[in-house]
């Protein structure tokens, strides 16, 4: 969904010539997320290092280890454990969602914001854990992955003439199942990592996505952009990171 900004032809008699033309509505074509495939490429490469090595050693050695952060000086385990997953479901089901709130975000959006808001959320989401709990050892790209769903929830209502209302309602019911689930299973999964990914996300969309609808929200200057790039490659690095340290290179 998005803008079409071409002005109509009208004749000089045309009384409306003067009356800004209304926006119309872009066809709304999500191809295959790319920024979202190279994220999901690299944490499954770290995912493969922890198959090497074994679950249990990889999250003790790479995972976000609070206890380590704060008393050991280990900050690197603040990104690196971003980019671990405790197995084969936790992977599957982060990479599923990932790739199915992408297709929409790359589409409506430029993607250079993906890999920012993913970045962003998935350090806020550790940050606010470490905060509020800051005991036992988390992993996961899901505090980046609720980020995105978080710029969407935002977008739906800045954008609100130009997306159904079954698209915004299917987000909120979504960020609805997300924290039930999260209360349910507390003890397994990281609530406060979720939260700070989601409140980083809504955060920078507020930001970010025009409120002004003859403003394409595809566009995105140069910096964005260089940003967007220079996001990739920071989680690149990280995911290296956690390569090297599971595999006790580093």
Request: some cysteine.
């Amino acid at each position: 969904m998005s803008l079409d900004y071409r002005d109509e032809e009208v004749r000089p008699e045309d009384p409306q010539q003067f009356e800004q033309p209304q926006p119309r509505e872009i066809a709304f074509r999500p191809g295959p997320p790319i920024y979202a495939i190279i994220i999901i490429a690299l944490y499954s490469c770290v995912f493969l290092a922890e198959l090497s090595r074994g679950e249990t050693p990889s999250i003790l050695a790479a995972g976000f280890d609070k206890q380590a952060y704060l008393q050991n000086g280990e900050h690197w385990r603040l990104l690196t454990g971003t980019a671990l997953h405790a197995g084969w479901l936790h992977i599957g089901l982060n990479s599923l969602a990932f790739y199915s709130f992408a297709r929409p975000f790359e589409a409506l959006a430029n993607r250079a914001h993906l890999a920012i808001v993913f970045l962003l959320s998935a350090v806020g989401g550790s940050v606010l854990t470490l905060l509020l709990n800051p005991v036992g050892i988390s992993v996961g790209a899901s505090g980046g992955i609720v980020g995105i769903i978080g710029f969407l929830a935002v977008y739906s209502f800045k954008r609100r003439q130009f997306i159904a209302p079954e698209f915004r309602r299917n987000l909120i019911i979504n960020i609805g199942f997300i924290l039930f689930y999260g209360l349910i299973l507390s003890g397994m999964v990281d609530n406060y990592a979720h939260i700070g990914g989601l409140i980083t996300g809504a955060a920078y969309a507020l930001l970010a996505v025009p409120g002004d609808p003859y403003k394409d929200p595809r566009e995105a200057l140069p910096p964005i952009k260089a940003a967007g790039l220079l996001s990739l490659a920071a989680y690149a690095a990280v995911c290296g990171l956690a390569i090297l340290t599971i595999l006790g290179i580093v």
